[in-house]
C-alpha cells in the first residue's frame, strides 16, 4: 500500500474539515482546507462563540492560534522529517471579525534557510476584500522525527 504524503493528506481534505491534524488544538478550530500545495495552504474558520471575546469579535489569541496552526500546517506540507518549532510569532490586527464570519487564512514561506524558516499568515474576510490580522513566524528546525499519519 503507497504511503501518502502530507501534503496529498491536506490536499485530501480540500473542501472538507482537516481531521487528520496531529494538533488537538487545530482540531478544536475545525479548519476547512480550500488549497494546499508545497509551501503553502489556505484554510477558511467559522468564527464560533467559544472563539469571541466579550463583545462576540474573534478574540485576538484565537487569531494568532489560527495563523500559528496555518504555519505549521505549511510545514506540514514540505516533506520535512523533523518538526520545527515557533521560535516567535508577531500578529498585526486590521479589523474585527464576529461570531458568525466566515474567515480565511493564507499562508506563504517568505524565507527557509537550513535551520531556520520564515514565514505569514494573512487572514481575511470571506470575500477577501478587508484583511484582518497578519502575522509573521520564525520557526526552527528541531531533531524531532514525524511520526507517519
Known sequence: METKTRLQVLQDHIDGEFT????????????????????TVTFKYLVREEMSNPVKSLHGGVTAAIADDCIGATMFSLHEETFYTTINLVVDYFAPAFVGDTIIAKTAIIRKGKQIVNAQCEIWNKDQTRLIARATSNLLKTNIIKKEL
Not at 487528520?20 to 509551501?39: C, D, N, Q, R
Open 20 to 39: 487528520a491534524s496531529p494538533s488537538p488544538f487545530m482540531l478544536w478550530m475545525k479548519p476547512i482546507v480550500v488549497a494546499a500545495e508545497e509551501g
